[in-house]
């Protein structure tokens, strides 16, 4: 049984730098409320 979760950080610039954080891949997504003005990216943090 895996326990674990999903977390949504919002932030800046450096967000990228966040120690721990692997297997990033970065995706341009669409929204309801219209386009990001950047892509999503999105990790694992510690496992």
């Known amino acids: 049984m895996s326990n674990k979760s999903v977390l949504g950080i919002i932030g800046g610039s450096g967000v990228y730098d966040i120690d721990g954080?692997?297997?990033?891949?970065?995706?341009?997504?669409?929204?309801?409320?219209?386009?990001?003005?950047?892509?999503?990216?999105?990790?694992?943090?510690?496992?």
């Open 21 to 47: 954080l692997t297997n990033t891949r970065w995706e341009k997504i669409e929204s309801p409320f219209g386009e990001p003005s950047d892509e999503l990216l999105f990790g694992e943090l510690d496992g």
